[in-house]
Structure formats: C-alpha cells, structure tokens
C-alpha cells in the first residue's frame, strides 16, 4: 500500500503540471514529478514537516513547496491525502 494518495484534484494538478513543463522541456518535466513524488513520500513519513497557512485557509492541511509548486496536503490522514499540487503563484484560497 502506497504511504500516500493523490485525490482526484491533485492527479489532475500533476497531468496538468506534466503536460505544461513537458512542452518546453520533457526531461525537466520528469524531474519536477520525480521530486514531488519523492516529496511527497517523505511527507508521508514526516506529515507535521509542512507549515500550515492560515493566510490561504481556514482547513486542516499543511503546505510543503517543491520548486515553485505547493503540495497541500491533510497531515491527519493514513496514508497521507494530497489535496492538490499548484504553483505558489495560483490563487489558492480559491483552489481550496
């Protein structure tokens, strides 16, 4: 069993994320997904390493930045949820 699992939201978030990183250069864009998924399987054995943002909001995740991307995730969960992979840049309140 995987330690953590992608909702629906982030497996779009990291297709999307591929798809545009890969237009401009396939072999960074394989990177990029190969870091959050090691990200996110460290998370998964550290839940409490991300910072909660309670300037975004008001739920009960936590936030870990991989590059110039946010993995949102629910640190209470097992295995660990994803909420959503985004760039920092997006508007998150309105993501979340």
Known sequence: MSP??????AQ???RTLQAY??????QLARRV???IR???ARLADH????HTREDLTDQP???WLVRTYYIIYRPETRP???????HSARDIPHLL
Do not use: K, M, S, T
């Open 38 to 40: 090691a990200a996110c």
């Open 33 to 35: 997904l190969a870091e």
């Open 47 to 50: 839940p409490h390493l991300g």
């Open 12 to 14: 779009r978030d990291l």
């Open 80 to 86: 660990l949820e994803i909420v959503r992979i985004v």
């Open 21 to 26: 990183v890969a237009q401009e250069n396939i």
């Open 4 to 9: 953590y699992i992608l909702a629906p939201a």
């Open 61 to 63: 995740v936590r936030f």
